[in-house]
């Protein structure tokens, strides 16, 4: 049982190392990867799911350099690096009408202020820091402008089809049962030991790709189709297979 799975790993795939399986672990947030060792507490079984996990986020169709996210996120420098500016700019107006000699509209207040500063505010540095926050704005634009576009519509999923595919085979080899989904009528979900697997892999990728991860209806019926090819092509030929979650 354990010698294919070996093969699955570092002897086969030199570029998948210690820290890359450290990274892919790393993935599972909030306790799941103690869930995935219950799972398959056979070493090399679990080393051969996260071999898989990682060349499916290495695969062409599972970049991990998914633009979308990146956009999102120097969207929300941008926004902060706006608010900092105006917000410094304000400060450093509000700041020299008191401080410079030519322009202090209220002698009281600007000197009350210096004699509780003793004239230690340093205008150059707030300057600074305002164009800073407008030069951090500015370069985070340009870069989100420079992006290439994602891919637009339905993507192929082969890709997901194997990593699941192959996950099943690990569970079979491990627990010695069929990898079975199984719909629970009374509370309207699929569950499973197997299914529970699928889903804690499900949301590790989801994780690192910063997409929601698939909903329990989806990722049930995709592991269906996974279990039953006839099924997959079946829908495949109806056109009602979905576009891939990843």
Known sequence: MNE????????????????????VAGLFLDG?????????????????LLLCVW???R????????????????ARLRRAAKKA???AKEFR?????????????DGEAAFQLMLASRGRFDLKAIGDAVTMAEEVRASADATIQRLPADRRGRTPDTERYVLMLTLAKLFEQQTG??????????????????FRLAELVDRAIASLLGIRPSTNS????????????RRRERRRARGTIPASRH
């Open 4 to 23: 294919a799975a070996s093969k699955m790993t570092a002897e086969a795939f030199p570029g998948f190392g210690p820290d890359d399986e450290q990274a």
């Open 32 to 48: 799941a990867f103690a869930e995935v060792k219950r799972a398959l507490p056979d070493e090399p079984l679990r080393r051969a």
């Open 55 to 57: 060349k499916y986020l």
């Open 59 to 74: 695969s062409t169709r599972g970049d991990p350099v998914r633009y979308v996210a990146v956009r999102k996120r120097l």
């Open 85 to 87: 500016h105006e917000a």
């Open 93 to 105: 107006d509000e700041l020299v009408s008191l401080v410079d000699p030519g322009l202090a509209a």
């Open 177 to 194: 049962r069929d990898a079975t989904v199984t719909w629970n009528e009374h509370e309207g979900k699929y569950e499973g030991a197997f």
């Open 218 to 229: 989806a990722l049930g019926a995709f592991l269906r189709d996974v279990r039953n090819p």
